[in-house]
Nanobody, 126 residues
Framework: QVQLVESGGGLVQAGGSLRLSCAASGRPFSNRAMGWFRQAPGKEREFQAA???????YYADSVKARFTISRDSSKNTVYLQMNSLEPEDTADYYC????????????????????WGQGTQVTVSS
């Protein structure tokens, strides 16, 4: 079993930055594909970024110039660095992990992830 705990959310002004962390425990973390999703009130969960088992990274078009996903295997932690935040980025952010070896298309689908964190709230004020 894998447990995921997100942190780093909060309130920030438009144009600011936040770094979200996702700490994994349980089964070995290294080389596991991980993803970040967000969900705003009344909306579906939306893909933001993913890092594959081999370290390739993928982004939603709306964030690829502003967000960076990275992994520190020694700390069993995945990060999402978010820069130039906009009010439209306001949402609950979730990290997820999968036991499967998936490519770009499949890592963008929430249904392909096996484990989810509880989420961390990000609020961007204008």
């Amino acid at each position: 079993q894998v447990q995921l705990v997100e942190s780093g959310g909060g309130l920030v002004q438009a144009g600011g930055s936040l770094r979200l962390s996702c700490a994994a425990s349980g089964r070995p973390f290294s080389n596991r594909a991980m993803g970040w999703f967000r969900q705003a009130p009344g909306k579906e969960r939306e893909f933001q970024a993913a890092i594959s088992m081999s370290g390739n990274t993928y982004y939603a078009d709306s964030v690829k110039a502003r967000f960076t996903i990275s992994r520190d295997s020694s700390k069993n932690t995945v990060y999402l660095q978010m820069n130039s935040l906009e009010p439209e980025d306001t949402a609950d952010y979730y990290c997820a992990a999968t036991d499967q070896s998936l490519g770009s298309f499949w890592l963008r689908q929430a249904g392909n992830y096996d484990y989810w964190g509880q989420g961390t709230q990000v609020t961007v004020s204008s």
